[in-house]
């Protein structure tokens, strides 16, 4: 009886709180998620007491980001442990393999092993369809009653979470020991360690081995200026995502893209230009939270986003958006193509190729593959203009002020089309926004669209006009966190998370990236 009163008090039981820290794939952990905030004030107090412990704090981390892939994607930690694990003594037997075929050899056994995994759970329904849909069609033309009867299945296979990102991640490992740029570990601890690390390990940045792997072993040391620029990114990160992605998403944008049709075409182009903050937030606001976090642990992180939308160029906005990914692209294949070096036609070519296969990264449907198609033009577009006409600019730097604000908005919409692409679930769905924008547009429903959606609206302008601020503006804000006593922080996090909180939907909204 007394047992049943301490395990029962006030309705609250131990069963219950034993069960928030079990995996349920439909609520995997989120930085935004109040279990992770507690989680992780547990994690930093137990942290900073193994500062100057390296081989305690090193498996305590690991062991702590495990656990955190286990709540993201349950078992399948296991995946990513054979994954890591396998590549950790692949990069040792190529350093010691003298022959350079068979260090080649070496490779090309990681790349199996990560992309044959990342292909069967990411592409392989993708590709059966295809098959299936041949099949049937050839059927049909050969009066082959077998093959007409053929019908498309798809296996129930569940995706892990982060499962691109981490192999991309391991790629770049072996493939920079490979090329003589790094050595090779050599604890296994000390691997699984890097590419487990719990702030990018489920949606990125794709953090490169020789910028991380030299900050694992120094004693861990978080001065006032990281520690400000740390809560800085993650109060950031935190209104960027639960704020503005998911309340324009739910109340506004998800609506348009779910039935086009019954919306006139400015409404249309509204929801357009909220999916495009919409991603950028949700996007942006992790890598935020990710490198904020990582600040806080005593390691930095380069920049995921730099104002991607301020972009006069589209090479611009390539090196402003999901930097780590785009440079990942550039390093390990576009150059591995050929790069620029076989001439200007192969050089369009590897473009094309090189964001064809980024789209192609980002799902497996045939809108991925237009949408990287669509880059991957406009950037050889770009290059070939570039290459003729000296006063087109890379960046748009140098630009004239009237030409680079011409130039911003022309790449904005450029990237809004491929957005639509990005966004819509069937291409039937693409043609209806664009048939509307273009066929049904009423420009005089615009004031209803601002006073019937009037958070959104409002909204949407803070999120572009935060976008588009002078970095100057956002260093300052930034100081003036740093600057501000703790107390102070304390309560501008205490104001953060009430603010969250209003906002808050009626469950936790996922990152978009997640899917990837």
């Given at each position: 009886m007394t047992g049943d009163i301490l395990n029962n008090i006030g309705g609250f039981s131990i069963e219950k709180l034993g069960e928030l820290f079990l995996y349920h794939h439909n609520a995997p952990i989120l930085f935004s998620s109040g279990l992770f905030f507690f989680l992780f004030i547990g994690f930093l107090i137990i942290y900073m007491s193994l500062r100057k412990h390296l081989l305690a704090r090193i498996i305590y981390v690991t062991l702590f980001s495990i656990y955190f892939y286990y709540k993201s994607s349950g078992f399948f930690f296991f995946l990513l442990l054979f994954v890591a694990t396998s590549d950790f003594f692949i990069a040792q037997r190529i350093v010691r393999t003298a022959p350079k075929w068979g260090r080649k050899a070496w490779v090309i056994l990681s790349l199996c092993i990560d992309l044959g995994l990342l292909g069967y759970f990411k592409y392989f329904n993708f590709l059966r369809e295809i098959v299936a849909t041949i099949g049937h069609e050839l059927g049909y033309q050969l009066g082959n009653t077998s093959l007409q009867s053929i019908t498309y299945q798809p296996l129930d296979i569940f995706l892990p979470v982060g499962i691109s990102f981490f192999t991309f991640q391991t790629i770049s490992y072996v493939i920079d020991v490979y090329r003589g740029r790094i050595e090779p570990l050599h604890r296994w601890i000390d691997y699984v360690f890097y590419v487990s690390f719990f702030p990018q390990l489920v949606a990125g940045p794709i953090v490169r081995a020789r910028d991380f792997l030299p900050q694992i072993y120094k004693v861990p040391a978080v001065t006032r200026a990281q520690f400000g620029e740390g809560l800085f990114l993650v109060l950031c990160g935190?209104?960027?995502?639960t704020v503005i992605s998911d309340y324009i998403s739910l109340n506004f944008v998800d609506r348009i893209f779910d039935a086009p049709l019954l919306y006139t075409g400015v409404e249309n182009l509204m929801g357009v230009y909220g999916y495009a903050l919409q991603i950028y937030c949700d996007f942006s606001g992790y890598s935020d939270m990710a490198i904020g976090i990582a600040l806080l642990l005593g390691f930095r992180f380069n920049i995921n986003f730099d104002s991607p939308y301020q972009s006069a160029t589209i090479t611009e906005f390539w090196r402003r958006w999901h930097i780590s990914l785009s440079s990942w692209l550039k390093d390990y294949l576009y150059i591995s193509l050929g790069g620029?070096?076989?001439?200007?036609?192969?050089?369009?070519?590897?473009?094309l190729i090189t964001m064809?296969?980024?789209?192609?990264?980002?799902?497996?449907?045939?809108?991925?593959?237009?949408?990287?198609?669509?880059?991957?033009?406009?950037?050889?577009?770009?290059?070939?203009?570039?290459?003729h006409f000296?006063?087109?600019k890379p960046l748009g730097s140098d630009m004239k002020p009237w030409r680079r604000v011409l130039g911003i908005l022309i790449t904005f919409h450029l990237v809004c089309f491929g957005w639509?692409?990005?966004?819509?679930?069937?291409?039937?769905?693409?043609?209806?926004?664009?048939?509307?924008?273009?066929?049904?547009?009423?420009?005089?429903?615009?004031?209803?669209f601002v006073m019937g959606y009037k958070g959104v609206f409002i909204l949407m302008v803070i999120g572009y006009v935060m976008h588009f601020m002078p970095k100057s503006a956002e260093n300052g804000l930034q100081a003036v966190v740093t600057r501000s006593p703790l107390l102070v922080q304390a309560v501008m996090l205490a104001v953060a998370i009430f603010v969250v909180v209003q906002f808050k939907s009626a469950g936790v909204q996922p990152f978009i990236y997640f899917q990837f």
């Open positions: 935190l209104f960027k995502k620029n070096r076989k001439g200007k036609i192969r050089t369009y070519i590897n473009l064809l296969l980024g789209g192609l990264w980002h799902g497996a449907s045939i809108s991925f593959i237009l949408w990287g198609a669509l880059h991957g033009v406009a950037l050889a577009i770009h290059k070939f203009v570039m290459g000296s006063s087109f639509i692409l990005f966004r819509a679930d069937s291409m039937q769905t693409v043609g209806e926004v664009l048939t509307q924008i273009f066929t049904n547009f009423h420009p005089e429903v615009f004031m209803q």
